[in-house]
């Protein structure tokens, strides 16, 4: 017996020796390789051919180091700290409007003012084009240089000089710039059935508290059910998403852990308050773009049996990030962790491999574990939130996309201001709708103005007919490339007319958008959002809701078993 504890204090020894060992021999590589850093740059600072600048070498080198590391551990110079403040908070000081870039014209115009900030006050419009900010001439600029002009300290005032296209005219105006708070909940409002809906667009500073005077006044107004939307919404703040799920769940749950190197910087996030409202039905709409805490949200609700997920697979962001300061006002924002919700699974769906130079590795589905709900329902980790109805949404077109955003002719964007310049007024968001008149007008001018795209159909036949003649086959196939071509001739007027309906709705949102910006552009999209109609469909539908959240979507499931079974013969 005295030789059995000797030998474990002699391995206990050797490993604490091991592991110290490790420790000195990794800190003595970090000294003698922040001395090798630090010595180059001395050298190529006194014997570079060109002056060195300082910030941009050393920054670059920075860039370079966290590059080899997960996209999310990111590095604010003094000069870019604004950036990070305003992810936390959504908070930035400017005139409050998108600016984009017009294709036709090579100029910044200014795309969509915001409710009651400065750019709208002062009356800019959609499609104005910015000329100059305080006599500096804007129209060699790109989109960042001219966003930089228009920010700057709340208070502060600038002159302003833009050109209409609509009447031809330039206008120079003052404008104060304020403090912008981006609306985490741009709209919320009643559908019918005593159906409530909430968007929330990103987790800042007092989202959980505009979250609950939303709720509160959907029930108020006598929402019996509620969708929730996160569609699009990248995340943000971890203890915001706490708050926002214990509006529904009890006090004293626990909904996020966060591991890491470190266990003393682990946590446990709980409920902390009483809830609102632990039964009403609930469904949340998610997508490809939910990520971060917006999938703590859903998953939280998943895991719990809370609410129903519907739409797609989320994005898969499973890790945390930490601020810290530096020297000289310079931050870090590290990710320290990955987070794990109450089933005990983690979402990320990404794995960040450093090791000999470092790659990506996504994590195939067969490598995922199975872990429950608390009703006993199967979920599954490392691969974002998977929907327990999964509700694929409508697509664009391509002609709508080059429509929208890559028609070097911008007839839309044209189309538009005039519409603007001879409506001064439209009906509200939920009821304005182009007419057949307004419509052909527009289709006219997209077929005069030369508009063209590229149609994925016909790029695919050419490298289809290159590789062809490459083997040697095109000429015993030529008649058969000849009418297959010919079926597949660009006709911009037919194409217009196959996909009216999609176009027209682009344009009301558009014009919407302009009148009663965000928020009726939102409460106007969802009486044509298939996924939304699928979610109130669900909770007009008690016994299937229920049915649901008790078992799950057992055909998707027995589907994938199947699936599964056949990959394994």
């Not at 551990?73 to 000069?79: L, M, N, S």
């Not at 800019?124 to 006599?135: N, Q």
């Not at 709409?285 to 939910?290: A, C, F, I, P, R």
Request: net charge neutral; with cysteine.
């Amino acid at each position: 017996m005295k030789r059995l504890i000797w030998l474990a204090l002699l391995l206990c020894t050797l490993a604490t020796d091991a592991g110290a060992q490790k420790k000195k021999n990794h800190n003595l590589e970090v000294g003698k390789n922040l001395d090798i850093f630090n010595q180059l740059y001395k050298c190529l600072d006194l014997m570079y051919v060109d002056s060195l600048n300082p910030g941009e070498v050393i920054g670059n080198g920075i860039k370079g180091m966290l590059g080899s590391l997960d996209p999310y551990t990111t590095y604010y110079p003094e000069e870019k700290t604004k950036d990070l403040k305003m992810m936390i908070t959504g908070k930035y000081a400017g005139i409050g409007s998108i600016v984009r870039l017009n294709q036709k014209l090579k100029r910044i115009i200014i795309d969509e003012p915001y409710a009651g900030m400065p750019a709208a006050e002062a009356g800019l419009k959609k499609g104005d084009v910015i000329l100059s900010i305080d006599g500096d001439d804007m129209t060699t600029k790109n989109v960042s240089q001219v966003s930089e002009r228009l920010r700057g300290e709340a208070g502060t005032t600038f002159l302003l000089k833009v050109f209409r296209p609509s009447t031809q005219k330039e206008m120079s105006m003052k404008i104060t710039r304020k403090s912008i708070a981006m609306p985490n909940v741009p709209y919320y409002g009643m559908r019918d059935n005593g159906i409530g809906y909430i968007y929330l667009s990103e987790y800042t500073e007092g989202c959980a508290k505009n979250m609950r005077r939303a709720f509160i006044d959907l029930k108020k107004q006598g929402a019996t059910s509620l969708v929730l939307d996160l569609r699009g919404n990248g995340g943000g703040s971890l203890a915001e998403a706490v708050d926002i799920v214990n509006l529904w769940v009890p006090k004293g749950i626990t909904l996020v852990e966060t591991k890491g190197k470190l266990k003393r910087a682990n946590r446990e996030y709980k409920t902390t308050m009483e809830p609102i409202d632990t039964v009403m039905p609930m469904v949340v709409l998610v997508n490809g773009e939910t990520a971060s805490a917006s999938e703590i949200t859903a998953g939280s609700l998943q895991d719990l049996d809370r609410a129903i997920i519907l739409g797609t697979r989320t994005y898969g962001k499973g890790l945390v990030q930490t601020p810290f300061d530096l020297p000289y006002n310079s931050n870090v924002k590290v990710t320290t962790g990955k987070y794990y919700i109450p089933s005990g699974r983690c979402v990320q769906a990404i794995n960040y491999k450093h090791a000999g130079g470092g790659y990506t590795e996504r994590i195939p589905d067969s490598l995922t574990h199975v872990f429950h709900t608390r009703n006993g329902r199967e979920v599954r980790d490392g691969g974002g939130i998977m929907p327990d109805l999964e509700i694929k949404p409508d697509t664009l077109p391509n002609i709508a996309l080059y429509l929208d955003r890559m028609d070097s002719t911008e007839v839309m964007l044209d189309y538009e201001t005039d519409y603007m310049a001879a409506h001064p007024q439209i009906a509200s968001a939920a009821e304005f709708h182009l007419t057949d008149a307004d419509f052909e007008e527009f289709k006219q001018r997209v077929e005069k103005s030369g508009f063209n795209y590229d149609k994925v159909t016909a790029n695919a036949l050419d490298e289809l007919e290159k590789m062809a003649r490459f083997e040697g086959y095109y000429d015993d196939a030529k008649e058969e490339f000849e009418r297959l071509r010919a079926k597949l001739k660009h006709n911009v007027g037919r194409d217009l007319e196959r996909y009216r309906d999609v176009i027209i709705r682009m344009i009301e949102n558009d014009l919407v958008t302009a009148y009663h910006f965000q928020a009726g552009a939102i409460e106007a999209a969802l009486g044509h959002d298939s996924q939304m109609k699928e979610a109130e469909a669900l909770l007009a539908d008690g016994h299937r809701y229920a049915d649901l959240l008790k078992n799950g979507n057992r055909k998707t499931q027995e589907e994938k078993k199947q699936g599964d079974e056949g990959k394994k013969k």
